[in-house]
């Protein structure tokens, strides 16, 4: 790894804590619209294609944060996780765009195509491979291996309710509705829990901003 390279994942990894308390905070508005839907039929879907895709957004972006210590572990559960996770960046990076374009008026729906591919190989493999690799590294707490497991079982809670839904009619709109919330709601906590005690762990070097590559005198 080049030097430039290395400053690159650091400076990355400093953020990561901001990156996922951003993600929660986002992801806490997410599920407010979610329990909305929910409880009293007031849905404002392009909003909600917006936001939660935002929160995720981040909340990749301080996944990748993590990946320098592990991938100097040498793990492979790590370097596998890191590239699903990056595919999932990509993944909700074109969706929030899409909704995006619905919002402002430059397209009338999104349709999240291959794109949805990419996000559920971050969410179940990406998350589930980095928490594992940071539970045997042990370079990071417990607590956030555990918590990086989180987006994935609720992720696959939410894919099974939605195929249950759609292909068998297992599942009422209302149940439906009732489970994006509570999904919602754990995502939301997780990325929150990840910020906090990535933050409250740090040490004071760690907590410094990014430097810039500008020296004085």
């Given at each position: 790894m080049t030097e430039a390279s290395t400053r690159r994942?650091?400076?990355?990894?400093?953020?990561?804590?901001?990156?996922y308390l951003l993600a929660g905070g986002l992801l806490v508005g997410y599920a407010a619209l979610n329990g909305l839907a929910a409880f009293s039929d007031i849905i404002f879907v392009p909003v909600e294609d917006v936001v939660g895709?935002?929160?995720?957004?981040?909340?990749?972006?301080g996944a990748l944060g993590l990946s320098r210590r592990l991938a100097e572990r040498r793990s492979k559960l790590a370097c596998v996780g890191i590239i699903c996770v990056s595919?999932?960046?990509?993944?909700?990076?074109?969706?929030?765009?899409?909704?995006?374009?619905?919002?402002?008026?430059?397209?009338?729906?999104?349709?999240?195509?291959v794109s949805l591919f990419l996000?559920?190989?971050g969410m179940v493999p990406g998350y589930l491979l980095l928490g594992a690799a940071c539970l045997r590294a042990t370079v990071y707490p417990r607590i956030v291996g555990l918590l990086?497991?989180?987006?994935?079982?609720?992720?696959?809670?939410?894919?099974?309710?939605?195929?249950?839904?759609?292909q068998f009619g297992l599942s009422s709109e209302?149940?439906?509705?009732?489970?994006?919330f509570a999904i919602s709601s754990a995502?939301?906590?997780?990325?929150?829990?990840?910020?906090?005690?990535?933050?409250?762990?740090?040490?004071?070097?760690?907590?410094?901003a990014p430097a810039t590559g500008v020296t004085v005198g």
């Amino acid at each position: 790894m080049t030097e430039a390279s290395t400053r690159r994942w650091q400076s990355l990894e400093r953020w990561s804590p901001t990156m996922y308390l951003l993600a929660g905070g986002l992801l806490v508005g997410y599920a407010a619209l979610n329990g909305l839907a929910a409880f009293s039929d007031i849905i404002f879907v392009p909003v909600e294609d917006v936001v939660g895709p935002a929160g995720f957004v981040f909340g990749f972006l301080g996944a990748l944060g993590l990946s320098r210590r592990l991938a100097e572990r040498r793990s492979k559960l790590a370097c596998v996780g890191i590239i699903c996770v990056s595919l999932g960046a990509v993944g909700f990076s074109v969706i929030l765009l899409q909704g995006l374009a619905v919002v402002v008026g430059m397209a009338s729906t999104s349709d999240p195509g291959v794109s949805l591919f990419l996000v559920t190989v971050g969410m179940v493999p990406g998350y589930l491979l980095l928490g594992a690799a940071c539970l045997r590294a042990t370079v990071y707490p417990r607590i956030v291996g555990l918590l990086l497991v989180v987006p994935a079982v609720a992720y696959t809670t939410m894919l099974l309710g939605a195929i249950l839904f759609v292909q068998f009619g297992l599942s009422s709109e209302s149940t439906l509705a009732m489970s994006a919330f509570a999904i919602s709601s754990a995502q939301a906590v997780a990325h929150v829990g990840l910020g906090y005690t990535l933050r409250a762990t740090a040490s004071p070097d760690e907590r410094e901003a990014p430097a810039t590559g500008v020296t004085v005198g």
